[in-house]
């Protein structure tokens, strides 16, 4: 197996491009384009990490937090080339730390066994849509 890198994002690199290719390739249309990506990553409150191999980028992880108490976890993904390898659980825990919060909240849809393998508490949520 190829060593991999984990690390905080970087805006100056090539980051952006990485994991818009990665949501091509995982099927998330909205994280597609480089700009919102980078946006996405350097927002206030925003902590990102990606998981490069071999000098491409094969996974990200990105929360929101306010560095006290509370952070929720907004997106997870790896590269199905480089799934089963603990790549989604280095990230969360790497993105986790880097809050500075006591707690993490997230909403999954088909994930809940992989996050059922970290100390939780399940709970039921909504997402809210402006408008609607």
Known sequence: MAEVDVRPFEEDGDDAVGIARLATT???????DAEVVRRVCTAPG???YVARSQGA??????????GVLQSHLSFVAVHPGHRGRGLARLLVQATFQATGTLRMDLVTDGAEGFYA???H???????IYPGR
């Open 26 to 32: 995982v099927q998330w249309p909205s994280l597609t």
């Open 46 to 48: 925003s902590v990102a």
């Open 57 to 66: 980028l094969v996974g990200w992880a990105q929360a929101l937090g306010d």
């Open 117 to 119: 393998g970290f100390d």
């Open 121 to 127: 508490q399940p709970m039921s949520g909504f997402r």
